[in-house]
């Protein structure tokens, strides 16, 4: 009985992790890597991603091959722990998943994580992925949010956050807006799509627009990463890809950066030396 519970057990991870790690470098990478930096006491999920991520493409590849150089546990809250047990009904004692939802873990682990994903990062990318340090890198996700019905971090944030940076850092010239989700799964089209409404806006304001279309999973990602200004929108990749990077960044002022209640901000103004908040 105890056999099959564990099979049960280890075919769920599997399939999870399948749904993450298709072909052709198209996966949610940040809940993938969400995962991958808690594998140390996460051992189905590790089992599920030697499976089915062998067969699978990019930075997730390397990832499931190579484990985080320096860990920490993440620690329990109240944010954390909600999603422990809504989403993740095979862990088993003290584990704490989706971690990356919660600023204060990330102040909590930020040099373990950093040093880890940085490191990967280096060792999969190397030094060829370049991108012009007068650039600002917008990530608005929007793409699964919206045709889910979720709550759209509102656009009109990030608008005043760009103006606020192009005001701010006067090396600027010019702002890359990432696919914002809509290349993993289908982009629900609306007669006032957010992120239409965004560029247009910006567009007024006289900036060079740049859209990024087209892109896999991990361009889109490393193009973050190497932002001299990052601003993001909601989502464990948006600030994932901000704990990567060590340049300019700024993420939404939310208790809860998956975005489910946007009514509920953070105190926290600054996250990491140069990563802060807005809203």
Not at 53 to 68: H, Q
Request: proline share 5%; with cysteine; net charge positive.
């Amino acid at each position: 009985m105890i056999f099959f519970i564990i099979v049960l057990c280890f075919l769920y991870a599997s399939k999870q992790y399948h749904k993450m790690c298709v072909k052709k470098k198209v996966y949610r990478l940040g809940n993938y890597i969400d995962h991958w930096y808690n594998k140390p006491c996460n051992p189905w999920y590790y089992i599920g991603a030697l499976l089915s991520c062998t067969k699978s493409e990019g930075f997730v590849s390397y990832l499931s091959k190579n484990p985080p150089i320096a860990y920490k546990p993440p620690q329990r809250t109240k944010t954390t722990f909600k999603y422990m047990f809504n989403y993740d009904w095979t862990s088993m004692g003290p584990h704490v998943y989706w971690w990356c939802y919660d600023y204060y873990q990330y102040k909590y682990l930020y040099p373990y994580f950093n040093i880890s994903i940085r490191h990967a990062i280096q060792n999969y990318f190397g030094e060829s992925q370049i991108i012009d340090n007068k650039t600002c890198v917008v990530h608005y996700r929007i793409g699964d949010a919206l045709c889910h019905g979720k709550h759209i971090w509102p656009w009109e944030n990030v608008y005043e956050c760009i103006k606020y940076c192009f005001n701010k850092y006067k090396f600027l010239d010019k702002v890359i807006f990432m696919d914002g989700g809509s290349n993993f799964t289908y982009f629900c089209k609306s007669e006032n799509n957010p992120l239409d409404l965004l560029k247009q806006k910006v567009d007024e304001l006289g900036l060079t627009i740049i859209e990024n279309k087209g892109k896999t999973a991990d361009e889109d990602f490393i193009q973050m990463v190497k932002a001299p200004v990052l601003i993001t929108g909601i989502g464990s990749f948006a600030s994932i890809a901000a704990a990567a990077n060590e340049n300019i960044r700024y993420t939404p002022n939310l208790y809860n950066i998956l975005g489910e209640n946007i009514s509920k901000r953070t105190p926290l103004k600054h996250v990491y030396e140069n990563w802060f908040t807005y809203g």
